[in-house]
Nanobody, 121 residues
Framework: QGQLVESGGGLVQAGGSLKLSCTAS????????IDWYRQAPGIQREMVAS???????NYGYSVRGRFTISRDVAKNTVYLQMNFMKPEDTGVYYC???????????????WGQGTLVTVSS
């Protein structure tokens, strides 16, 4: 396990941009993937974006074309650049790290505490 800390949340107007950061206390390269999830009250947790240790990225359908996930290995940080934001992007954004820990494919997980993003109309 490694500690993950998110930052960069705040209030933004619809159509605007925010950039979130997820910084690991250890080497972020220890994780097989780093993901961003978001949670809003009464709404199922949604996978927003993911990046693997090999650099492969995936995005939730609702954010494709608007959000970009990237990493800076030297800074042990993963970023989520959010553009053209919509009110439905509002929620608590969590950074999640996952690593395969045995041959059966079991995984270890690390979660940040979350950062609140609010998009006003």
């Amino acid at each position: 396990q490694g500690q993950l800390v998110e930052s960069g949340g705040g209030l933004v107007q619809a159509g605007g941009s925010l950039k979130l950061s997820c910084t690991a206390s250890g080497r972020i390269s220890r994780f097989d993937s780093i993901d961003w999830y978001r949670q809003a009250p009464g709404i199922q947790r949604e996978m927003v974006a993911s990046i693997t240790s090999g650099g492969e990225t995936n995005y939730g359908y609702s954010v494709r074309g608007r959000f970009t996930i990237s990493r800076d290995v030297a800074k042990n940080t993963v970023y989520l650049q959010m553009n053209f934001m919509k009110p439905e992007d509002t929620g608590v954004y969590y950074c999640h790290g996952q690593k395969v820990i045995n041959v059966e494919g079991a995984t270890g997980h690390s979660w940040g505490q979350g950062t609140l993003v609010t998009v006003s109309s």
